[in-house]
């Protein structure tokens, strides 16, 4: 009976004595705890028990401060406003105005004192030595004829400008060893990207014709107005790259005319100016050889070169550069004589 009443849980009091009583009290306790006691739950248990309860969303407080969707504010622009944009406006199209005339304005300037230098440079030359030494040997040197090592850069830069670009220089075709691209200078659009070539052309076309007809030393004249001129880049890695393909070694140069010993041609007057770098000399080679004599004349930078077209036989010689002077350049002008008509006009 006690055992059963104990089972059962139950305060045993009475008969059994109080031991009973502590006894009876602790397996209460034990089969209640083994009876109800919960499971714990997992983690992902909880989560989905969390998710299930209803979240409170809390209305941000700068969607107060914002007009309906249905109910924006119209935008009212006053007359002050649009005065002030279109002061806005004006100010700066006159600012680009401006810019653009000023610029303008430069490049004219520049225009006319690189135009101004040539002429006043041409003039200077002497006249008499000129051409005895064309009369005695065909050609005459002169060193630092433009005298001016900014203008000298410009057009250096011209040169080495053209070269980059792929389609204003054609590789010459008549030495494919030499490395050397060349373009005939003809002003218009060509202008804008080499102008100090361009006006070198010109200025010197219109200014060293009459001055050597001066000396009565040729017997004919020469067109002021018209000539025949090139630019001439050469590029050391151009050239490597050609010989690496070439199973021999090129031949030699032929001695030939400017006029290509045509008497119909009208080239009479070779000129020949030198934009090579400062720091280049003899053993980079370039220049011109004369068959008479076989004297060479070096490129050197502001140097002007002048020979007969038709009578006297040169060559080129190949430029070589070295690895820190892999460009050099000239400009080559032909001038010519006038035509039967022009002199019967004269």
């Known amino acids: 009976m006690a055992a059963a009443l104990m089972a059962s849980g139950l305060v045993v009091v009475g008969a059994f004595g109080p031991q009973y009583q502590l006894i009876s009290s602790n397996l209460a306790s ?5 009876l109800f006691a ?6 992902k248990e909880k989560r989905k028990k969390r998710a299930k ?4 969303v809390t209305r941000p407080s700068v969607l107060d401060r914002t007009p309906k969707i249905d109910a924006w504010e119209k935008t009212v622009t006053t007359n002050e406003a649009v005065a002030q944009m279109k002061q806005k406006e004006d100010s700066r199209e006159k600012q680009v105005v401006a810019r653009q005339a000023s610029d ?8 006319v004192d690189t135009l101004t230098l040539i002429k006043e440079r041409t003039e200077a030359l002497p006249y008499e030595e000129v051409t005895k030494a064309i009369e005695s040997k065909g050609y005459f040197v002169f060193d630092d004829f433009l005298g001016k090592p900014e203008l000298l850069d410009e057009m250096e830069k011209e040169a080495v400008d053209m070269l980059k670009s792929t389609d204003k220089l054609s590789r010459d075709i008549s030495d494919l060893d030499s490395g050397e691209f060349t373009t005939l200078i003809q002003g218009g659009d060509q202008y804008a990207d080499i102008p100090r070539s ?9 200014h060293l014709p009459p001055l050597l007809e001066e000396q009565d030393f040729f017997d004919f004249s020469f067109d ?17 790259s050609t010989l690496k393909l ?7 140069r032929q001695f030939g005319f400017a006029n290509e010993g045509d008497a119909s041609d009208p080239k009479k007057l070779t000129v020949i100016y030198f934009l090579a770098p400062s720091d280049w000399d003899s053993s980079c080679g370039g220049g011109v050889t004369f068959e008479e004599g076989s004297v060479t004349v070096t490129p050197a930078r502001d140097r002007l070169l002048i020979f007969r077209s038709d009578t006297c036989s040169y060559r080129s010689e190949p430029c ?12 080559v002008n032909h001038l010519i004589r006038k035509t039967v008509d022009e002199n019967a006009k004269s």
Do not use: H, W, Y
């Open 30 to 34: 034990m089969t209640a705890t083994t």
């Open 38 to 43: 919960k499971r714990k739950m997992s983690m």
């Open 53 to 56: 309860r209803p979240q409170k």
């Open 104 to 111: 303008l304005i430069e490049t004219q300037r520049k225009s």
């Open 198 to 206: 361009v006006e070198f052309i010109v200025s010197l076309t219109r």
């Open 224 to 240: 002021a107005t018209a000539s025949a001129g090139s630019l001439r880049v050469f590029d050391r890695n151009a050239r490597e």
């Open 246 to 252: 070439l199973k021999e070694d090129p031949p030699p």
């Open 320 to 331: 070589i550069g070295t690895d820190s002077l892999a460009n050099s350049a000239c400009i």
